[in-house]
């Protein structure tokens, strides 16, 4: 009989064995699944890691078939879980059959609670134990062995809380995505699927909402009048009290009464000492927010890097809501494993200091402490174990991260001045770091000292240059990842742990896309966002979300039993349902342009361009009749223009017709037709759009020779008509070199055939150079 240990990762396995064995432990393999065996006082150990989850929640076969199946049908069924890895429920069941205990070492929070409770579900199926569950937040060897030396029972309400969780979130998002993606592809011919996802969805529509604000945005004018003074041999530069000034007339007034003052007077003086402190302690929201921001490491990237150090014993477990340490939390063993190294002298300085003082944010999650280094390594260390791009750099943060909380505040000296140029205050500020404190091991933060002269009050100084700048104000700036984190949190959209996931889910369905460090929404997403937020606006917002995340907080807490949340959270769902059911025509429609006009736009062949009268898609259209441009808005929209009877039609995409056309078209080789106006032989514009390609000057007349191309040949003609013509070679492709001929300064020809070297020559058939020399003919 022997002690069996269900971990939720093989590399947990083999790292807890390595502790509680003292590295004396034999690796076999049970069903292919790695298991890790060893001794302790006579008791056999056999340790296993899952794969995260073994099982998952699904319909019956029965409501497989989309197009056979309502889906609002889903909200009324209770899904099945099953098993999903099946080798690994095998390996469960033979190592249960001999076990004497059984202890769950899965990560301490609510997922893998539920993990460690699948494990629990499928092993007593063989056989009866008592099972126990070992809490830690590290993988440090201390902390293993305190965890397995106080062993606590499973917590039933949590493993319950993620359940509920599951389940909810599969019917809405099954019921939901099938009911949207069957209304358009009623409409459209797609065979992408509109997701919807409980959470998902409302952190598209923060995206939505910003976007909104942008396009409706109106700029309007301002001016500010602005200064640039000098005093004891520096520059500095102040702006006029009244700041954006919205009258032109106000601005150029004040700007007329000053605009010739050369001297201003230091009308005040204040000086003080200002301290920003180190931020709070790490919890996973704020460690997301700031990989994004100063690493630019996306927050699904980020957590999975940080799950790896974890894993490897160099950082604690990354998934926390706390950002405040224990009072008993041993700061002085950490600090000393990084007095050597390159954070010595900041850990040396902080242990110098005295007294270890922390500051402390105010979320307690009571269940991991913050984000914080277990031991010193190397970035060679680090990236050897952790073979993932970005592992040093997220390393490096949380162990700068959690030395600044542990250092004194950085100390500015502020400056303000208060310059009356001509009975106008302008306002000068500068700052000067005077102490770095906390800022001296963080780097990521910017500290660009403005210095000021030292003057004082009732001081001339000079004044160089004034200026009155007109500019306009600007719209929202788009959200970075780092924003939407934050308001995901908020909102109670997501957990510490799903939060990334759901970002990246939405990039994947195409609704919005990073772009640098901040987030701009797709076509189809704002499209989507905006066609659930006219008729079903809480899809799109978070108050639903947060309320159904609260009834799995009740499971948790033991308020609700899981029957309860999940009959709750149903209803919410359902409510949302029948308002997306009788809106389905509208939204459909709307998706369904949409798509439609991603296909046109994608089919650079007939794409001609956006329609002027509803912003849709223009395309070519070939029926029994004959061809013309048409738009996807038919038949709301009937803007059509006509085409030329023959010819291939190719867009000149690199054109644009002055008289307006919606875009230019090459019929042939014979012509070009601007789509509204019409042929662009018969348009008094012709030459300055179409300019010839002049290779000389014509021999006859004061004219220019140039290519003409029509359906059979090719020639030489002048720009005046005047009937002198020349032939040129009627095989391969022709090019206007800026090189010219040194005897008469006509520009050579190039001529390509395929399978042939190319010919440069001189085609001016009386140039002397050319009677002289047959020859005049490089061959490339």
């Not at 990521?444 to 009050?457: R, V």
């Not at 009937?638 to 056309?661: D, E, F, I, W």
Request: with cysteine.
């Amino acid at each position: 009989m022997s002690i069996v240990v269900f971990t939720e990762k093989n590399k947990a396995a083999s790292q807890i064995a390595g502790i509680l064995s003292g590295g004396h432990y034999n690796r076999a393999s049970v069903e292919g699944v790695p298991v890790y065996d060893f001794k302790i006082a006579g008791k056999e150990w056999r340790i296993m890691g899952l794969a995260g989850h073994i099982m998952g929640y699904d319909f019956p076969e029965q409501f497989n078939n989309w197009r056979e199946c309502d889906p609002s049908v889903l909200l009324d069924t209770s899904p099945v879980k099953n098993v999903t890895k099946k080798p690994y429920a095998a390996a469960i069941s033979l190592l249960a059959g001999g076990a004497e205990e059984v202890i769950l070492a899965c990560d301490f929070d609510r997922e893998g609670e539920n993990i460690g409770f699948e494990a629990k579900e499928i092993a007593e199926r063989v056989a009866s134990f008592p099972v126990k569950r070992a809490r830690f937040s590290s993988l440090s060897p201390g902390e293993i062995k305190k965890a397995f030396a106080n062993l606590v029972e499973p917590d039933y309400n949590m493993a319950m809380s993620a359940e509920a969780r599951q389940i909810l979130d599969l019917k809405m998002g099954a019921a939901f995505t099938r009911f949207m993606t069957l209304a358009v592809r009623e409409k459209a011919r797609t065979k992408g699927v509109i997701s919807i996802g409980p959470c998902q969805t409302p952190t598209c529509g923060f995206v939505y909402e910003r976007e909104k604000l942008i396009r409706k945005f109106q700029p309007k004018d301002f001016w500010k009048i602005e200064a640039l003074f000098s005093a004891k041999g520096m520059e500095f530069t102040g702006s006029h009290r009244g700041g954006h000034i919205y009258e032109m007339a106000k601005a150029d007034e004040i700007f007329s009464r000053i605009r010739n003052c050369r001297t201003g007077l230091v009308e005040r003086k204040n000086v003080k000492e200002a301290l920003t402190q180190p931020p709070y302690p790490l919890n996973t929201t704020e460690f997301l927010k700031r990989a994004s921001k100063f690493l630019g490491v996306s927050p699904e990237n980020a957590l999975e890097i940080a799950e790896q150090l974890y894993l490897s014993g160099f950082t604690s477990y990354p998934r926390t809501e706390t950002n405040k340490y224990a009072e008993d939390f041993d700061f002085i063993s950490r600090l000393v494993a990084f007095s050597s190294g390159i954070y010595r002298s900041y850990a040396l300085s902080i242990l110098s200091a005295g007294k270890i003082a922390c500051r402390n944010g105010t979320k307690d999650g009571h269940d991991h402490p913050p984000i914080h280094p277990i031991k010193a390594a190397s970035k060679d260390d680090v990236e050897k174990s952790v073979r993932m791009p970005d592992a040093w750099k997220v390393y490096d943060l949380i162990v700068r991260h959690f030395l600044a909380n542990l250092m004194g505040p950085a100390v500015f000296e502020k400056t303000r001045l208060e310059i009356l140029v001509g009975g106008e205050i302008f306002d000068v500020t500068g700052s000067i770091l005077k102490d770095a404190g906390w800022l001296d091991v963080y780097p990521f933060e910017t500290t660009n000292d403005k210095l000021l002269p030292d003057i004082g009050e009732k001081e001339e100084v000079a004044v160089k240059e004034l200026k009155n700048i007109r500019s306009e104000t600007t719209p929202p700036k788009r959200l970075t990842e780092a924003e939407l984190l934050t308001l995901m949190d908020k909102n109670g959209i997501g957990t510490k742990a799903t939060a990334p996931t759901h970002i990246e889910t939405n990039k994947k369905r195409g609704y919005f896309e990073t772009k640098g460090k901040t987030i701009s929404i797709l076509d189809t997403g704002f499209t989507l966002m905006d066609a659930l937020d006219t008729t079903v606006p809480i899809l799109v917002q978070p108050e639903i979300r947060a309320r159904i995340e609260a009834l799995i907080q009740d499971v948790e807490d033991g308020k609700k039993t899981l029957d309860d949340a999940l009959a709750g959270g149903t209803l919410l769902i359902k409510d949302m349902y029948s308002q997306l059911s009788s809106s389905k025509g509208a939204i459909a429609a709307r998706m369904a342009g949409t798509i439609n006009d991603e296909q046109v736009a994608a089919d650079k062949k007939n794409f001609v361009g956006t329609c002027p009268e509803c912003k849709r898609m223009l395309h070519m259209i070939k029926t029994d009749k004959g061809r013309f441009v048409g738009c996807t808005g038919y038949p709301e929209c009937r803007n059509t223009y006509p085409l030329p009877k023959t010819g291939a039609l190719t867009v000149m995409r690199s054109h644009q017709c002055s008289k307006g056309g919606v875009a230019v078209l090459k019929v042939g080789n014979k012509y070009n037709w601007a789509v509204g106006v019409g042929p662009c032989f018969a348009c008094d514009e012709q030459k300055r759009c179409f300019p010839p390609e002049i290779v000389g000057p014509c021999p006859k007349c004061d004219g220019s020779m140039f290519v003409i191309s029509v359906k059979d040949s090719r020639f030489l003609g002048c720009t005046n008509r005047c009937g002198n013509t020349q032939s040129l070679p009627k095989a391969g492709r022709l090019t206007v070199l800026k090189t010219r001929c040194e005897h008469c300064g006509w520009h050579l020809l190039r001529v390509k055939e395929q399978g042939k070297d190319a010919l440069e020559f001189c085609t001016n058939s009386q140039c002397a150079g050319r009677k002289r020399n047959t020859g005049n003919v490089n061959r490339t």
